[in-house]
């Protein structure tokens, strides 16, 4: 009856570099000596890891980073934590901060 029926898109751009790094460590391990092998093939593990997470669990991350940086405990969802995204990102909107904080409770529901 008000307001929207659908959810508002939520225009985040999520950066990654994760493939850059893992050509990195993979070049670094087709030169390393083999005292370095054990710990390059672990970094390259750790690599591939990171890389394999979603859009979703950065963005979730990145909320669980700034409420804890605003020494904010407690639901993802809270006031408080909007609050802190929107000063940490100034061109965040309200809904966009909403829409980040209720996916980071979510995420931390499910896990």
Known sequence: MFGHSKQPDLHVLVLRDADVIAAQVRWALEEASPEERPGLERAAAIVEEA????????????????????????????????KALREAAPGLTLVQAVQLAKEAEAARSVS
């Open 51 to 82: 890389a394999a997470a979603s859009d979703a669990e950065l963005r979730s991350r990145w909320v669980r980073e700034r409420a804890a940086a605003a020494g904010i405990e407690g639901s993802y969802d809270s006031v408080h934590v909007i």
